[in-house]
């Protein structure tokens, strides 16, 4: 089995930083695409960012220039450095991976319990 860990979250003033961090755990073979989205209440899941396993990324428009993703390979996590932090970025930050298994088994998406992002105005 894996597991996502995620960790980071938490209560901030808007134009402040966050950084959240989330480690792939278990029975991997390799890591492919990771990202982050989120979702705030009453609203669907949103992409954030994704980072492909060469270090490829892509944001959503309402993050680019203030949310940079990266990632350690050797450690399976990826993480989110979030600045400039707004009222409207406040939900609930799922952290997602795409991990083979054994070398004989494609990629399955896993995802994190999620970490409660708040910014107050």
């Known amino acids: 089995q894996v597991q996502l860990v995620e960790s980071g979250g938490g209560l901030v003033q808007a134009g402040g930083s966050l950084r959240l961090s989330c480690a792939a755990s278990g029975r991997i073979f390799s890591v492919n695409d990771m990202g982050w989205y989120r979702q705030a209440p009453g609203k669907q899941r949103e992409l954030v960012a994704t980072i492909t396993s060469r270090n490829s990324t892509n944001y959503a428009d309402s993050v680019k220039g203030r949310f940079t993703i990266s990632r350690d390979n050797a450690k399976n996590t990826v993480y989110l450095q979030m600045n400039n932090l707004k009222p409207e970025d406040t939900a609930v930050y799922y952290c997602?991976?795409?991990?083979?298994?054994?070398?004989?088994?494609?990629?399955?998406?896993?995802w994190g319990q999620g970490t409660q992002v708040t910014v107050s105005s």
């Open positions: 997602n991976a795409a991990v083979s298994r054994t070398i004989l088994l494609g990629p399955y998406d896993y």
